[in-house]
């Protein structure tokens, strides 16, 4: 798994665990990590980009 900055932790805690019925199981950052990687959700950032990037060039070309 790749390292992550404090920043996107932060995102990730505010976007998911804040509405996960489960979110007291995870104790430590590693845990909550290891959540997200099991559920996909740390791929979701990254849906679309790709599509976006695309977008805007087209636009602004």
Do not use: I, P, S, V
Request: hydrophobic letters at 30%; aromatic letters at 10%.
């Amino acid at each position: 798994m790749k390292t992550m900055n404090q920043e996107q932790t932060t995102r990730n805690y505010l976007q998911f665990c804040y509405t996960c019925e489960d979110a007291h199981l995870c104790t430590t950052e590693e845990a909550c990590q290891a959540c997200w990687a099991e559920k996909g959700m740390l791929h979701e950032e990254h849906d679309g980009a790709e599509e976006t990037r695309q977008l805007l060039q087209l636009y602004y070309a």
